[in-house]
């Protein structure tokens, strides 16, 4: 089974950045498109942000402009660049293939808290 551990979030003031990482077990990141998903209290998760396997991307508008997805296939790795920050864009992020599928599972995720 794959297992997907996701790290990187934090504490930051509005307008500062943060680097999350995903890295999964097995060969999910070859084959399959790749999303970042935020999770608020009460809320599904929503999709933010998502990563083809040629390389194309696209994001929700509200982190247009902000954020940059981007995936190592040779590191087994997912990566959302976070810039400029907002507190609207606290929550929980995970990881995990679009569309979600049963065969993967979701992951802990890493909370992401703006504020000042």
């Known amino acids: 089974q794959v297992q997907l551990v996701e790290s990187g979030g934090g504490l930051v003031q509005p307008g500062g950045s943060l680097r999350l990482s995903c890295t999964a077990s097995g060969s999910a990141f070859s084959t399959n498109a790749m999303g970042w998903y935020q999770q608020t209290p009460g809320n599904q998760r929503d999709l933010v942000a998502v990563i083809a396997n040629s390389g194309s991307t696209n994001y929700a508008d509200s982190v247009k402009g902000r954020f940059t997805i981007s995936r190592n296939d040779a590191e087994n790795a997912l990566y959302l660049q976070m810039n400029n920050l907002k507190p609207e864009d606290t929550g929980r992020y995970y990881c995990?293939?679009?569309?979600?599928?049963?065969?993967?599972?979701w992951g802990q995720g890493t909370q992401v808290t703006v504020s000042s």
């Open positions: 995990n293939n679009w569309p979600p599928t049963v065969y993967v599972s």
